[in-house]
């Protein structure tokens, strides 16, 4: 499991501002999405290109994955933000409105363009599709296999609620199927998941009850608004002492099942089969490659 794209917490930062942008830095959250999209205003586009620019070449960000969000190509403005911001520093790029295979197909050419011309190997950039259309969810099976870079998709819900002309409601009702799906396809991919940020910004307990409901419905991480919200989705997205410790007791149950002859058996009252075992395994491997990314070690 490659932890550069390990992402429990996508922060959203917006171009155009050198104070935000520098703060963001210093937050603890595994990636940044740069903003070049509805974050900056249409008359200050230019502006925050100048500013990414500086700002990727000056502050050091690593371990963070470094993504920049274009406008799409409808604005106008795709061809000039990737010749603006592109280089060594950036992981990769977050396509907005990704609505179908066919976009993802035009901005994988654009990247490999932009590539040649800066001399970096083709493929060097990691693309996150947000998908933020109900037209979009309707084509996740398709979107999710469309390109090679893909390394993500990103459930976008203010746009996809416009779109639907549904509504919050306490329960998150519209959001339950639109997040299953975006879940479901990046799983069956072996791409992140990334949730839709929380939109009560000062409801940190909304929050966290949100963030467990997509880690539930089996996202990887979700994006953040406001660098107050990453604490509380990196510690969701965490497996913690007690799930480490229980996944290792169902995997020497199952090794002891085996060794038996035996594929099933009950442990201290938890049921033990190969699936309990597969999921044991892999909330393990996560929790290795997110202390990979902290540079602590082995869990």
């Known amino acids: ?132 259309s109900p037209r979009a969810v309707l084509a996740l099976g398709e979107i999710a296999a469309a390109s090679t870079r893909l390394r993500g998709l990103f459930f976008g819900c203010e746009d996809f609620l416009a779109e639907l002309q549904g509504r919050h409601d306490p329960a998150e009702t519209a959001l339950l199927t639109p997040r299953a799906l975006t879940a479901m396809a990046a799983r069956a991919a072996g791409l992140e998941a990334v949730d839709a940020p929380f939109v009560r910004v000062q409801d940190l307990e909304g929050l966290r009850a949100f963030a467990r409901a997509g880690r539930d419905l089996g996202f990887t991480g979700m994006a953040a608004l406001t660098p107050g919200q990453v604490e509380v989705i990196n510690e969701v997205y965490t497996p913690d002492a007690a799930q480490i410790r229980g996944a290792r007791e169902i995997l020497a149950a199952a090794g002891q099942s085996e060794t038996a002859g035996r594929n099933v058996r009950v442990v201290e009252g938890r049921f033990v089969a190969p699936p309990t075992a597969k999921a044991a395994r892999k909330l393990l491997e996560r929790a290795q490659a997110i202390a990979q990314r902290e540079g602590v070690g082995d869990v």
Request: hydrophobic share 45%.
């Open 1 to 132: 499991m490659d932890y550069r794209w390990i992402m429990r917490s996508l922060l959203f930062v917006p171009g155009h501002s050198p104070a935000m942008l520098r703060r963001a830095a210093r937050t603890p959250a595994d990636g940044l999405i740069l903003d070049l999209e509805d974050a900056v205003p249409a008359g200050q586009k230019a502006a925050a290109r100048d500013t990414l620019r500086r700002f990727l070449a000056e502050v050091p960000l690593k371990p963070k994955t470094v993504t920049v969000r274009v406008n799409p190509f409808g604005s106008g403005l795709t061809r000039e933000d990737l010749r603006a911001v592109a280089g060594d520093r950036l992981d990769g790029f977050v396509y907005p409105w990704t609505n179908s295979p066919d976009d993802l197909e035009r901005f994988d050419a654009a990247l490999a363009e932009v590539e040649r011309d800066l001399g970096l190997p083709e493929g060097r950039f990691g693309v996150i599709a947000l998908i933020e």
